[in-house]
């Protein structure tokens, strides 16, 4: 017992206070305080109420506090104690078909859940030697995804989107229609209207009860914001260690680094590129990196990046892209056609399509990629009416299976493919 009592004590220090010496922006400076980085301190405010805020860094004698509400109350000579040293959260079976906050607060308003389990926001990571090699598929439902960039179950593919091309819907779709046993979708920095939206339309009762939601939207602290990407990843993390295949869905990772940015530079981080300080590139692989397969069971990661601007080598989209096993493009172009998925099959790639499908298979999506590229080389040519039948078979072919690969290609988002249907089409289509 005393053994256990050290243990504890050693983890949250007894007693352990300060004061608040200034306020700058959001940033806390409170002196006295040697609390770790991470940690959780409270505040108490004038109002008699307790304001919870985290320690983000040092600055001299100080330690800096980012807050997880209003500053209202808050004076110099605030006194602050430290609440938690160790950022955990509670786990359970019982959270399929709940939605909550970053905190791990219900937001549902149904009654609380009985959670067993105590799980770290900040594991270890896999080590390398210890991940299998991923060889099995994934069925996403997506027709488009499955015959051209089949997923393998372990595997993390970005989908790099523009603002309102359907990437949410995308989202929607792909956590209804998997194979996986269990979704963890965690939504960052969405607008407060979109995350009901989303719930109800996109995600549906059938996805919501096999789901779980965590919800961080874009009024929410940044501190909250980046704290509901390690809860929802450690609830994944959970999942798949009792041995299911877990489909982790994050909308969107260009939140996260935002978040990240936010609070790099409130603690004095300088920036680097483009605004962004070094912390959040080094912050990225080790968040990305905790999906994937182990002999328990697997994560497999969809990570949405909102390209800024359209432009796909901004930083946060070239650093995500070289991290991750492969991407989905969605095409602006495509989507004002009213072409969904607005899948842009020339642009993305699935790294693990090759160890997960057959040789058939492969080489019927090889052909198809073909004709697309024919199609799109000679576009400049057949829209001016310049280009003549015969001069490329290849063109030739894909104009005469236009109508075809289109249907292939589009999908209602309330339809729902298996594997072995988009493999057969496929090789329908090109033979």
Same mark, same amino acid.
């Given at each position: 017992?005393?053994?256990?009592?050290?243990?504890?004590?050693?983890?949250?220090?007894?007693?352990?206070?300060?004061?608040?010496?200034?306020?700058?922006?959001?940033?806390?400076?409170?002196?006295?305080?040697?609390?770790?980085?991470?940690?959780?301190?409270?505040?108490?405010?004038?109002?008699?109420?307790?304001?919870?805020?985290?320690?983000?860094?040092?600055?001299?004698?100080?330690?800096?506090?980012?807050?997880?509400?209003?500053?209202?109350?808050?004076?110099?000579?605030?006194?602050?104690?430290?609440?938690?040293?160790?950022?955990?959260?509670?786990?359970?079976?019982?959270?399929?078909?709940?939605?909550?906050?970053?905190?791990?607060?219900?937001?549902?308003?149904?009654?609380?859940?009985?959670?067993?389990?105590?799980?770290?926001?900040?594991?270890?990571?896999?080590?390398?030697?210890?991940?299998?090699?991923?060889?099995?598929?994934?069925?996403?439902?997506?027709?488009?995804?499955?015959?051209?960039?089949?997923?393998?179950?372990?595997?993390?593919?970005?989908?790099?989107?523009?603002?309102?091309?359907?990437?949410?819907?995308?989202?929607?779709?792909?956590?209804?229609?998997?194979?996986?046993?269990?979704?963890?979708?965690?939504?960052?920095?969405?607008?407060?209207?979109?995350?009901?939206?989303?719930?109800?339309?996109?995600?549906?009762?059938?996805?919501?009860?096999?789901?779980?939601?965590?919800?961080?939207?874009?009024?929410?602290?940044?501190?909250?914001?980046?704290?509901?990407?390690?809860?929802?990843?450690?609830?994944?993390?959970?999942?798949?260690?009792?041995? *299911?295949?877990?489909?982790? &869905?994050?909308?969107?990772?260009? %939140?996260? !680094?935002? =978040?990240?940015?936010?609070?790099? #530079? /409130? @603690?004095?981080?300088?920036?680097?590129?483009?605004?962004?300080?070094?912390?959040?590139?080094?912050?990225?692989?080790?968040?990305?990196?905790?999906?994937?397969?182990?002999?328990?069971?697997?994560?497999?990661?969809?990570?949405?990046?909102?390209?800024?601007?359209?432009?796909?080598?901004?930083?946060?989209?070239?650093?995500?892209?070289?991290?991750?096993?492969?991407?989905?493009?969605?095409?602006?172009?495509?989507?004002?056609?009213?072409?969904?998925?607005?899948?842009?099959?020339?642009?993305?790639?699935? *790294?693990?399509?090759?160890? &997960?499908?057959?040789?058939?298979? %492969?080489? !019927?999506? =090889?052909?198809?990629?073909?004709? #697309? /590229? @024919?199609?799109?080389?000679?576009?400049?040519?057949?829209?001016?009416?310049?280009?003549?039948?015969?001069?490329?078979?290849?063109?030739?072919?894909?104009?005469?299976?236009?109508?075809?690969?289109?249907?292939?290609?589009?999908?209602?988002?309330?339809?729902?493919?298996?594997?072995?249907?988009?493999?057969?089409?496929?090789?329908?289509?090109?033979?």
């Amino acid at each position: 017992m005393l053994a256990l009592e050290d243990h504890v004590r050693s983890i949250l220090p007894v007693g352990l206070t300060g004061r608040v010496t200034r306020i700058v922006g959001l940033t806390v400076s409170v002196s006295g305080f040697p609390a770790p980085l991470g940690s959780i301190a409270k505040l108490e405010t004038e109002q008699g109420t307790i304001l919870e805020a985290e320690v983000v860094g040092f600055s001299g004698e100080e330690t800096l506090l980012l807050p997880y509400g209003e500053l209202n109350g808050v004076r110099r000579g605030t006194r602050a104690t430290l609440g938690q040293s160790v950022q955990g959260a509670r786990v359970g079976d019982a959270l399929l078909g709940r939605i909550i906050n970053g905190r791990g607060r219900f937001l549902d308003g149904l009654p609380p859940a009985i959670l067993p389990r105590h799980v770290s926001l900040q594991s270890s990571p896999i080590s390398p030697m210890d991940r299998p090699r991923i060889c099995d598929a994934l069925a996403t439902g997506v027709r488009a995804i499955d015959g051209l960039l089949t997923c393998g179950k372990g595997q993390r593919l970005g989908i790099f989107s523009g603002s309102g091309i359907g990437k949410s819907t995308l989202l929607g779709q792909i956590a209804r229609s998997t194979e996986a046993d269990v979704n963890v979708v965690v939504l960052i920095g969405e607008r407060g209207r979109e995350v009901r939206e989303f719930i109800e339309r996109d995600l549906g009762p059938e996805g919501l009860a096999r789901s779980v939601v965590v919800v961080a939207t874009g009024d929410d602290p940044a501190v909250l914001r980046l704290r509901a990407a390690y809860l929802g990843t450690a609830i994944a993390e959970f999942f798949r260690d009792s041995g *299911r295949d877990v489909l982790l &869905v994050m909308d969107s990772v260009t %939140r996260f !680094a935002l =978040a990240q940015r936010e609070i790099g #530079l /409130a @603690a004095g981080e300088p920036p680097a590129t483009r605004g962004y300080p070094p912390s959040v590139f080094a912050m990225l692989p080790r968040l990305l990196e905790r999906s994937g397969r182990t002999s328990s069971g697997s994560i497999t990661g969809f990570y949405t990046v909102l390209v800024e601007g359209d432009d796909p080598n901004e930083p946060i989209s070239d650093a995500v892209r070289g991290i991750l096993d492969g991407h989905i493009v969605l095409s602006r172009k495509l989507a004002q056609r009213s072409h969904f998925p607005a899948i842009d099959v020339l642009a993305s790639i699935s *790294r693990l399509m090759s160890e &997960v499908t057959s040789g058939e298979h %492969r080489d !019927a999506a =090889a052909s198809l990629r073909h004709l #697309l /590229a @024919a199609r799109e080389q000679a576009d400049d040519l057949i829209s001016i009416g310049a280009y003549q039948n015969g001069s490329n078979p290849a063109v030739d072919a894909a104009l005469r299976l236009e109508e075809p690969i289109r249907k292939f290609l589009q999908q209602k988002s309330t339809e729902r493919a298996t594997l072995d249907e988009a493999s057969r089409q496929l090789k329908q289509l090109v033979n």
